[in-house]
């Protein structure tokens, strides 16, 4: 819980300092979570399904 709060604060201080406009925190969020996502889901599904 707390690396996922860190994170969060992370996203939202960089989605507030990148530009003048303030960027959705889920853009944000979902441009920098989905490549891990997508390594987790290859890492572990080589151990689950063989």
Same mark, same amino acid.
Request: aromatic content about 6%.
């Given at each position: ?11 939202? =201080?960089l989605?507030? =300092? *990148? =530009? ?9 969020t ?9 390594? *987790? ?10």
């Amino acid at each position: 819980m707390m690396m996922g709060g860190c994170y969060l604060i992370v996203c939202d =201080t960089l989605a507030r =300092t *990148l =530009t003048s406009a303030e960027i959705p925190v889920g853009i944000l969020t979902s441009i920098l979570g989905a490549p891990y996502l997508c390594h *987790l889901l290859r890492n572990k599904g080589r151990v689950i399904f063989g």
